[in-house]
């Protein structure tokens, strides 16, 4: 089992639709988590770390439930400039382990 | 702050060759990580260095894989011989040494081996 598994998608949404991404983790010591944007051909980007009380950034809202061990992202009034792959990342000791990532395409 | 400057952005070589891949983690930052991304394995832990000294090469493919952190503003991943399944994007990431804080990368090397 991977440490890190998410839906490769794509996830095909017209603008201004909501969209959810899930992501499960097999280590429960894990400390840290965060979801991070990949353009094409670009490296990652950090979009937001994900507390454990949920958190939200403008469109964006990341939650974590350590009990079912899964981190969320959803996208609320989706933009075509959304469009791109989202890896979630979790950390043990000092170790970043990616998803494979979502690809999400945004269309008019 | 000029990010994680990896040097270079692209390279070709023969099966064979050495290639030599190059990385300067930002200023302050402590750890240093390398990763391989392809599409079948997504992004991949190869090694990662905290202050200057390597904690973990689990990651490291095979004996023709070798990294080095001479000083703390510079790093290099060495491929000798090189093999056509080398082929992958090499990003070089840096962080404070601290678990709150995610990796920040630099704009990767493309790597093909013919």
């Known amino acids: 089992r991977k440490e890190v598994e998410q839906d490769p998608g794509p996830f095909n949404v017209p603008e201004g639709a909501t969209v959810a991404f899930n992501c499960t983790y097999s280590?429960?010591?894990?400390?840290?988590f965060f979801w991070y944007r990949q353009d094409c051909r670009k490296e990652p980007k950090l979009l937001m770390s994900?507390?454990?009380s949920g958190n939200e950034d403008g469109r964006f809202t990341a939650q974590l439930n350590r009990a079912s061990q899964y981190i969320s992202l959803l996208i609320r009034d989706s933009k075509l400039s959304d469009s791109a792959t989202y890896l979630c990342?979790?950390?043990?000791?000092?170790?970043?382990?990616f998803g494979t990532g979502t690809r999400l395409l945004v269309s008019p | 702050d000029a990010g994680v400057i990896q040097s270079p952005r692209h390279e070709v070589t023969e099966m064979g060759q050495e290639v030599t891949l190059r990385c300067k983690p930002i200023?302050?930052?402590?750890?240093l990580f390398w990763y391989r991304q392809t599409m079948m394995r997504g992004l991949e832990l190869l090694i990662y260095f905290n202050n200057n000294v390597p904690i973990d090469d689990s990651g490291m493919p095979e004996d023709r894989f070798s990294a080095k952190m001479p000083n703390a503003s510079f790093s290099t991943l060495k491929i000798q011989p090189s093999e056509p399944r080398d082929s992958a994007v090499y990003f070089c990431?840096?962080?404070?040494?601290?678990?709150?804080?995610?990796?920040?990368f630099g704009s990767g090397t493309r790597l093909t081996v013919v």
């Open positions: 200023s302050g930052h402590n750890s």
């Open positions: 280590n429960s010591a894990s400390q840290s």
């Open positions: 990431a840096s962080s404070f040494d601290n678990s709150n804080y995610g990796y920040t």
């Open positions: 994900v507390y454990s």
């Open positions: 990342a979790v950390k043990g000791f000092q170790k970043l382990v």
